[in-house]
C-alpha cells in the first residue's frame, strides 16, 4: 500500500467515526478552565509568543505538496 492510502484510511475512520457520534447526538465535552500562569511559568510563556520562528520556505512547500496530494487522492462528502 502507500503512504497516501494509509491517510485516506485513517481520515475515513475518523469521518465515519464523526457521522456516528452525530447520529448518537453525543453533545461535546465542557471545556476545562485554562489555568493561571505565575512567574517563570508567564514569563517563559510570553517570551515565546513574541520570538516565534516562522517554517522555513522548503518546510512549507513539503507540508503544501503533502495536502494537494491529499486532496487529490480523498474526496469526502460532508
Request: charged share 35%; hydrophobic share 35%; with cysteine.
Amino acid at each position: 500500500m502507500k503512504k497516501k492510502c494509509y491517510i485516506c484510511i485513517v481520515l475515513c475512520i475518523y469521518i465515519a467515526d464523526t457521522q456516528k457520534r452525530k447520529e448518537k447526538r453525543i453533545m461535546a465535552k465542557p471545556i476545562k478552565e485554562t489555568p493561571v500562569l505565575y512567574d517563570e511559568d508567564a514569563y517563559r510563556f510570553e517570551m515565546a509568543a513574541h520570538n516565534v520562528t516562522p517554517l522555513p520556505e522548503e518546510r512549507q512547500e513539503e507540508m503544501w505538496k503533502t495536502y494537494e496530494r491529499l486532496k487529490k487522492c480523498c474526496t469526502f462528502a460532508l
